[in-house]
């Protein structure tokens, strides 16, 4: 009794470190997000804690009389604030611990750009700061706010307490009912594991999808060489690539909001794999546009009330859905630009600059008035940017511009805007990277060839702003185009997701009915163990933010098979006890313990090419180790610990007095050394016959992820039979044609072309072959794009201008920055800029300097018919008409529905090409595209959008025809994917080491787990005739595919997936034969010789195991290949050729191989004690 006490005691302080260890590792906010309590307290306690805003004068309908732009004495004075920046004090610097320095230097006041993880959460850090009230003055929060604190406190202990207490209790409570308490720590770590895979499940579903089931697009770029600038050589640069820097950068383009789980890394020594979700083919133009661009960085002077108030009176007059300001004869004058996320307290509370609200998808974007100037000093310009030291030792930016007209444009620009010599007013220089304001430092002194930009507290800000400076000018060159490109469509993900789904659980239901009806109460044990090893499985991938990829999918499944495999191991050890007469007590333990070391052994061999796998698969690839190696970790401890447990409980407490179990197969006597001969021989002509195959199909048998190629998906708009396709396109190199289903599409619709590229040609360069010839060998039996067309009726009324807001002095903090600001509730969202350098890009249009005055006519009223958000199409065009707003501007309007999406970028180059077409002068007639849903920069497809036009409404609904019609002549292509030839040569190779590393490993782990070679010799031969006569089914597909199509038998090819298959049959495969070599020692024992006859008892005692663990795995492999979809097709078939063979060549090829490696007795009396034994 004082032994179970001392355990039960054991297992309560157990479970509490535990705890405390898991608390001390997860931290504290780690289950805060699922407290919607705690966030709505929070939630009012921030509106409690900010004041009501304050309504601003509206603007004037009109505009004074034209005077310079720098007179400001006769200006209305602004309201002033308590820290109100006055004419002849210091500047303001935020964040800066010293005051600015005087000379050659470009001051800031806001810290450096964060990267875009921290910008999204900058915002949430400073909302408790009170409105114009320095961070000295601020009070202590409200209580509100404590209790939502309290209450995330209270939410983590609850937490805590469930996942800890619960099972402790539970386990504690089960064992004084059970009255055993030597179980304690096992049954309380056990509900510790359940519970917490539940609580997972819970709190974190759905899990992360790879790109092949979420959609989106795999590119990878090759590195053309670093960027290098005359002189750099001599300036000390070097010819290295920051990849690091590179990928930031990177990133910055393709993910601006921060929100899409893209992934940028290293894809070898001179490429860069970049990762996009859920996005389809019609976007990929537009990516790869912005990823190879050279970027755009502009340096702006901000406007302010003392230079530039006309241009403000009028930019506020703009509607939210107007970014850009105009003089009568079209030259751009000033744009509002949005505060890049995370700098919008530091910006905003900048003294005298324009600022105004805008909202889009319910979130809150703050744009600052910058100025058209005739310098345009962009980040082409920049020669150099890095860090250094000012002379107060601070970190700081340093930058040299170019020699020549770079130093010439960007003196005269911040001369005509330093300091005012008697009021000693500074003026801001705006750093706008790819369409938003990063940074904007005090303009203190005139600079030429170079500048700092100090006041930066941390040496980690400064290298942010590096970063951002840097992003106009990568630090490398990539290609112009991807090298691979690999694209799937949200809805074939989708279709994909359900097919899997349903194979899984119609795998699992016939996986199960076997257990129970062949083991029953084991069997129900069993079933149990895959239950949890699936729960914790998928739990487990969800914590570890693993991504599940199609042959991810496919592997979870499959555990589903393989995770039986112990358990029938286990089962067939206790069924062996049991005859020869041992009690249920001492059967259970036995079976369980002369099973381990198989079991152990068969997984570890697994793992071994799941970790092998991993190091050099692809990103889809790379899904299926994952789960193959977390699913063969996670079954050791369900099928092995857990069952004991319940075996070993169920038989203390009687529940079970006997384990009767269904024996198909009973005590067999086969000879099969005896037909060893026939079984090599056979084997032999086999793989002969996939080697001729094999050289007859060449490289074509090898998929384009190995050859380099283009994958093509085509949509026909009736049911076309594969045969058909297969001979009209049999032009093509190394054609492959599979089919594709989805759910509600008629099968024979959808299908996928696959085709090696030719030597010395460019898969991007091929693809286009190979489009324009499918599109001639079909034409019209295809489906195209289809648009149609419905004119909107004009309808035109005033409505109350959106009031902007001018900042007279530093604003209280974002959102409270723009609170000042009052829309109608109606008030259409706003969107930021599109990316690039739109503003600035026009040679025709001009503004005055600061110094010059500027002149424009009053304002128009704004229309209810005001343009779209993010629309503007070229700035470069000017109208042939004065620059007007709304159902002015833009008198034809007609809205574009199409069948299939289409994003702003593939539209907007098909209405400038029709415009192009057009006489003169309505070739250069301005038009918009408006879809509420849109953002500029945006590269989503949407199904409807609005073209707005300056033409008259007959001519612009003829331009729309013409859309249309130029539209219907382009074939629907639902994804095309792209390999270059040096992604495939890298591929190929690092398949060879796999396979290599594979077989090598296993050698060397049979070596030293049966401590002869010749075992692991046997085993590797085995593993070579596997994989050949897998190989030689592969190949021989294409000759019988279309005489065996009603085995679902296609023209396979190997590619990353198969390679994934070859693998793991190298693994499964070993695992037979270990079982096999397993029972060969224990039946030899310390016999010298291996003889026939001791392997062949050994194999027949084996057999029944064998053969039920391979056929639990056919029965998932066979539902796969059925039901599994076109992405598995042939990784399946691999699978189901790989396992029947292996287990065949377990028994009829490597036994005997054993046996011939084997030294063999010599004499008679030797032959006599090996058969006594046998016997």
């Not at 964060?114 to 900058?122: E, L, V």
């Not at 009053?858 to 343009?867: I, L």
């Not at 294409?1038 to 199509?1045: E, H, I, T």
Request: glycine content about 8%.
């Amino acid at each position: 009794m004082e032994r179970r006490s001392t355990r039960c005691r054991f297992g309560w302080i157990v479970g509490i470190a535990s705890a405390l260890v898991f608390a001390a590792v997860v931290g504290g906010g780690s289950f805060t997000a699922i407290t919607p309590l705690a966030m709505a307290v929070e939630a009012v306690a921030d509106s409690a804690s900010q004041p009501s805003p304050v309504a601003q004068a509206a603007p004037p309908k009109t505009e004074a009389p034209a005077q310079s732009e720098k007179a400001t004495s006769q200006a209305p004075a602004p309201v002033a604030k308590p820290d109100q920046e006055q004419p002849n004090a210091p500047p303001a610097t935020a964040g800066a611990g010293t005051q600015p320095q005087a000379t050659g230097q470009a001051e800031t006041a806001p810290p450096a750009p964060a990267s875009p993880q921290q910008a999204t959460k900058a915002p949430a850090e400073g909302k408790e700061s009170q409105p114009g009230q320095p961070p000295s003055q601020q009070p202590k929060a409200a209580s509100p706010t404590f209790l939502s604190r309290v209450l995330n406190i209270v939410t983590y202990l609850v937490f805590l307490f469930i996942i800890f207490g619960v099972p402790v209790i539970v386990a504690y409570f089960l064992c004084e009912w059970w009255r055993a308490r030597e179980y304690f720590g096992r049954i309380s770590f056990i509900l510790f594991t359940i519970v917490l895979a539940v609580v997972i499940l819970l709190t974190r579903w759905p899990p992360k999808l790879g790109i092949d089931l979420s959609g989106g697009v795999i590119m990878v770029y090759e590195i053309e060489g670093a960027v290098r600038q005359p002189g750099a050589r001599a300036q000390g640069a070097t010819d290295q690539i920051d990849m690091d820097q590179l990928i930031a950068a990177l990133n910055r383009r393709v993910n601006p909001s921060g929100v899409k789980e893209v992934t940028i890394r290293r894809f070898g020594p001179q490429q860069i794999e970049i990762i996009v979700p859920e996005v389809d083919e019609e976007e990929v133009a537009q990516l790869e546009r912005v990823i190879s661009s050279v970027g755009t960085l502009e340096f702006r002077i901000l406007a302010n009330m003392r230079d530039h108030r006309r241009l403000i009176e009028r930019a506020l007059t703009l509607p939210p859905d107007e970014h850009e300001l105009y003089d009568d004869r079209g030259n751009l004058l000033a744009w509002w630009v949005p505060v890049a996320k995370g700098q919008e307290e530091a910006i905003g509370n900048f003294g005298e600059i324009a600022v105004r609200k805008g909202r889009y998808r319910n979130e809150d974007w703050l744009e600052i008035l910058v100025v058209k100037d005739r310098y345009n000093v962009t980040g082409a310009d920049l020669f150099r940017v890095r860090e250094g030291v000012d002379e107060q030792m601070q970190p700081c930016v340093e930058f040299i511009l170019k020699a020549g007209s770079a130093q010439q444009r960007f003196g005269a620009l911040t001369s005509d805007n330093r300091p005012d010599p008697t009021t000693g007013f500074t003026r801001r220089l705006g750093i706008i990277l790819d369409g938003y304001l990063y940074s904007a430092p005090q303009i203190r002194s005139p600079i030429f060839d170079r500048g700092q930009i100090t006041g930066i507290p941390s040496r980690e800000e400064v290298q942010a702003l590096i970063q951002v400076l840097q992003a106009g000018s990568l630090p490398a060159v990539l290609s112009p185009t991807p090298i691979s490109r690999l694209v799937t469509g949200p809805q074939l993900g989708r279709d994909t997701i359900r097919q899997s789904v349903i194979a899984m659980i119609v795998a699992a239901i016939i996986v199960f009915a076997f257990m129970i009806a062949y083991y029953r109460f084991a069997g129900v044990v069993a079933c149990l163990a895959v239950i949890l090893n699936l729960l914790m499985l998928v739990a487990l991938m969800i914590l570890l933010k693993a991504a599940f990829t199609l042959p991810g999918l496919a592997g979870l499944t499959l555990t589903v098979g393989m995770a039986v495999d112990a358990n029938v191991l286990i089962y067939e050890r206790i069924r062996e006890e049991l005859s020869r007469k041992a009690t249920l007590r001492m059967a259970i333990r036995n079976g369980f313990e002369k099973a381990m070391s198989a079991i152990v052994d068969s997984n570890l061999t697994t793992m071994l090419t799941a970790v092998v796998l991993y190091f050099v698969g692809t990103d889809q690839v790379r899904g299926f180790a994952v789960t193959l190696f977390l699913g063969l970790v996670l079954n050791l401890y369900t099928a092995v610990f857990i069952a004991r447990v319940i075996f070993e409980i169920g038989e203390r407490r009687r529940w079970i007095k006997k384990l009767s179990m269904m024996q198909v197969i009973g005590a067999t006597n086969f000879d099969f050394m005896g037909v060893k001969n026939y079984c090599i021989a056979g084997s032999a002509a086999l793989i002969l016959l996939g080697l001729v195959a094999l050289g007859m199909r060449g490289q074509g048998v090898l998929d384009i992820d190995f050859t380099g190629g283009v994958a093509v998906e085509i949509l026909f708009k009736k049911p076309k039979d594969i045969a058909e396709v297969r001979n009209r396109l049999s032009e093509l190199r190394d054609l492959a044609v599979s089919d594709v289903r989805i759910e509600g599409e008629e099968p024979g619709r959808r299908y996928m072309i696959n085709t090696s590229s030719p030597p010395g040609m460019e898969a991007e360069e091929y693809l286009k072959q190979v489009k324009q010839k499918i599109t001639q060998v079909f034409g019209d039996e295809l489906v195209h794009y289809r648009v149609d067309i419905e004119p909107i009726t004009q309808t035109s009324f005033w409505r109350d201008t959106p009031g902007g807001h001018l900042a007279a002095g530093p604003l209280s903090g974002w959102p409270s920055a723009i609170a000042g600001l009052l829309w109608g509730e109606n008030a259409p969202s706003q969107a930021p800029p599109q990316t690039g350098n739109a503003p600035a890009s026009s040679a025709q249009e001009t503004a005055a300097p600061p110094s010059a005055p500027a002149t424009s006519s009053a304002p128009s009223q704004p229309s209810e018919s005001a343009g779209a958000p993010g629309t503007m199409a070229d700035h470069g065009e000017k109208s042939s008409t004065p620059a007007k707003t709304g159902a002015q501007r833009f008198p034809t309007r007609v809205l574009l529905k199409f069948e299939h999406k289409l994003n702003y970028e593939t539209l907007e180059g098909l209405v400038k090409n029709v415009l192009a077409k057009l006489p003169e002068p309505d070739r250069h007639a301005d038009f918009e595209l408006y879809n509420e849903h849109y953002r500029r920069g945006d590269t989503t497809g949407y199904n409807q959008w609005e073209l707005r036009l300056t033409l008259p409404p007959e001519k612009g609904m003829q331009v729309a025809q013409q859309v249309k019609a130029e539209l219907e002549k382009t074939v629907y292509f639902p994804s095309s994917n792209t390999i270059g030839g040096k992604v495939a040569g890298s591929t190929r190779i690092r398949a060879l080491y796999a396979l290599v590393l594979s077989v090598a490993g296993m050698i060397i782990y049979l070596w030293v787990r049966f401590t002869r070679v010749s075992f692991g010799v046997a085993a590797a031969i085995a593993l070579v005739h596997d994989v050949l006569i897998t190989v030689g089914m592969i190949a021989l597909s294409a000759y019988v595919a279309n005489l065996l199509s009603f085995l679902l038998i296609d023209e396979f090819k190997i590619g990353l997936a198969v390679l994934a298959a070859l693998l793991t049959i190298i693994g499964y495969s070993v695992n037979d034969t270990i079982i096999i070599f397993d029972r060969i020692r224990e039946v030899k024992g310390k016999t010298p010789f291996l003889t026939p006859q001791i392997i062949n008892t050994s194999v027949n005692q084996t057999l029944s195991r064998t053969l039920i663990t391979s056929l639990t795995t056919l029965f998932v492999i066979v539902v796969l290949y059925i039901g599994g979809g076109a992405g598995i097709h042939a990784f399946s078939f691999t699978l189901l050729v790989g396992v029947i063979t292996g287990t065949y060549s377990s028994i009829f090829i490597a036994s005997p191989i054993l046996l011939w490696l084997s030294p063999r007795p010599t004499g008679p009396a030797s032959q006599v004690r090996s058969l006594q034994y046998v016997s």
